[in-house]
């Protein structure tokens, strides 16, 4: 059955999903975005993407083109016509079409676009296999607080990942210390057991998936310390993993060939993964799913 996606105000046949060719997100990358996980026919963590889209919009002075409600309306709408169970939704919203100039337009109408595509989950097991990391400069802009659609530079480092056949690439800034991976928030475990990740600054992503899991070890009694860390610190480090919508929690085993612990994923990483997968068919089942 053709995928269908929602454009400004209409759903439309995948393939003849189009937006004009001066829409602002296209020529400036003037956008942000968002990316839902999609489990049991249930948005996971979907008030926390919301707020963080909300945010995004402010930052950028751009104007919501639809309340909260019909956004969701909207969300699960796009799931029902594209029979998605598991997977995902994604939401772009530009400042819109205007003549390409860079200062904001005087007028200008938001454009929206939602598509959803299945996806399958990684199984219990399947989650608590270890991954490697490799490391790199980080070269994106001082806003990375916002999740703006100018993804170029985490491209960039995303693809010397696949090219050194890693699970993700950790970014450093100029002192040496860890900001995140390309698609992903980075966590380590020192040798005393605390989980340590970077604050929440303009250096990072505030991840939904990191914030979830923030709350979780903070109910489970887990010491957790928010502050940024350097690559030798991940390398000496007990455990090491990392975080996002799709990814969920994905242990780390090495760090630019560097074994860390063990060599395979940690015990504390493999709870919070049991931990987490608990919360997604919690949202499940209380969603009636």
Same mark, same amino acid.
């Given at each position: ?14 393939? /003849?999903? &189009? ?8 020529? @400036? ?14 948005? $996971? ?16 002075? &751009? ?107 950790? &970014? ?7 900001? *995140? ?17 970077? /604050? ?16 979780? $070890? ?10 940024? @860390? ?36 940690? *015990? ?11 919360? &997604? ?9």
């Amino acid at each position: 059955m053709p995928r269908a996606s929602y454009v400004n105000g209409r759903y439309v046949r995948h393939l /003849q999903a &189009m937006v004009h060719i001066e829409d602002r997100g296209y020529q @400036f990358a003037d956008g942000v975005y968002e990316v839902i996980g999609v489990f049991g026919g249930c948005l $996971i963590d979907v008030e926390e993407h919301l707020d963080r889209l909300e945010r995004s919009l402010s930052e950028l002075r &751009m104007v919501p083109p639809l309340g909260r409600t019909s956004l969701k309306i909207i969300g699960r709408e796009t799931l029902r016509r594209n029979h998605v169970q598991n997977g995902k939704i994604y939401i772009q919203i530009s400042r819109g079409v205007a003549t390409r100039d860079h200062p904001f337009p005087a007028s200008s109408k938001s454009s929206l676009i939602v598509t959803a595509s299945s996806g399958s989950w990684p199984s219990l097991s399947k989650a608590k296999t270890g991954s490697a990391v490799v490391t790199g400069p980080d070269l994106r802009w001082r806003r990375c607080d916002i999740k703006s659609v100018s993804l170029l530079p985490n491209l960039l480092a995303k693809q010397t990942a696949v090219e050194a056949v890693a699970a993700e690439l950790w &970014m450093t800034d100029d002192n040496g210390f860890v900001t *995140e991976g390309t698609a992903s928030n980075a966590w380590i475990l020192t040798s005393e057991d605390e989980i340590i990740t970077r /604050q929440a600054d303009d250096g990072i992503l505030a991840g939904i998936t990191r914030q979830t899991l923030i709350r979780l $070890i903070k109910r489970e009694g887990y010491k957790l310390t928010l502050r940024a @860390f350097t690559i030798e610190e991940a390398k000496a480090a007990k455990e090491a993993f990392f975080t996002s919508a799709t990814a969920i929690v994905k242990p780390v085993t090495s760090i630019d060939g560097d074994r860390i612990g063990k060599g395979v994923p940690g *015990e504390i990483t493999c709870k919070l993964i049991d931990l987490y997968f608990n919360h &997604m068919h919690d949202t499940r089942d209380h969603h009636g799913h």
